[in-house]
């Protein structure tokens, strides 16, 4: 009987205990998996190079979406693909989530100022959906902060359809190159 109710103590120590070591088991995987990605997306999940987009702070669910794009394909980068074909969905997700909690941090890149005014003017048919600071609620990405050289490139590939999404598609068909040019050059100000 005494034995029985040890027992039974046991067992409900470990399920009370159970979602702590599961935070914490995952937690150490994501950081441990992230020295592969550091390298281009910088330890801090803040790349240096102006095509590698930052990670930090960037919402946990669009980046295992994204990983999970690269892996069959609908969204091509012959890096990412190799990379991500590496990962696990365990991995991807505490990868993912080891992202999202790092703060995240401006560039502070001093973009054509008149440039950035046209910009400002043009980011009202965006902040519906990824918030008036480039925040992006919900699922929708965070796009403030980001190096503008890579900011425009993905809304160039929206365009040529090497990327895949029928809302940004639509939006950036009615944007001209000088557009482009001239959100991306604003987007990288926005902080959140
Ligand atoms: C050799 C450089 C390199 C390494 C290593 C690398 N990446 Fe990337 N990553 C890139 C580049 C370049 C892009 C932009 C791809 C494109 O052109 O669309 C990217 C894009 C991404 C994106 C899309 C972000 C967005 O804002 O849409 C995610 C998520 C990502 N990488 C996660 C990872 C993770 C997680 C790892 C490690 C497991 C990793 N990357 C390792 C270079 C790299
Ligand atoms: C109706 C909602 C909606 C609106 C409005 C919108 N977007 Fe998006 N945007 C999305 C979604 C959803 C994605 C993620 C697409 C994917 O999964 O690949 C995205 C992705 C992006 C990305 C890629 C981010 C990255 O890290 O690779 C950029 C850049 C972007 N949008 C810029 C803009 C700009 C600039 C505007 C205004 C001209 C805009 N968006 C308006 C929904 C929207």
Not at 18 to 31: H, I, M, N, Q, W
Not at 87 to 100: D, G, Q
Request: proline letters at 4%.
């Amino acid at each position: 009987m005494k034995l029985k109710r040890l027992f039974n103590k046991v067992i409900l120590v470990s399920i009370l205990l159970l979602p702590g070591f599961t935070a914490l088991a995952e937690e150490s995987l994501g950081k441990s998996k992230s020295a592969t990605c550091s390298v281009c997306h910088g330890s801090k999940g803040i790349s240096l190079d102006s095509m590698t987009p930052n990670l930090a702070g960037q919402d946990a669910d669009y980046i295992v979406h994204q990983l999970k794009a690269f892996k069959s394909g609908t969204r091509k980068s012959a890096v990412m693909k190799s990379i991500s074909e590496s990962l696990t969905n365990n991995e991807m997700i505490a990868l993912a989530n080891f992202y999202s909690s790092l703060p995240f941090k401006n560039m502070e890149e001093k973009g054509d100022p008149s440039l950035i005014v046209k910009g400002a003017a043009k980011y009202s048919l965006c902040w519906s959906c990824h918030g008036e600071k480039g925040e992006g609620p919900g699922s929708y990405p965070s796009i403030a902060g980001q190096h503008p050289q890579y900011t425009i490139q993905q809304l160039q590939h929206f365009k040529d359809g090497s990327r895949i999404n029928p809302v940004m598609k639509s939006l950036v068909d009615i944007l001209s190159t000088d557009d482009i040019e001239a959100l991306s050059a604003y987007i990288a100000t926005l902080k959140h």
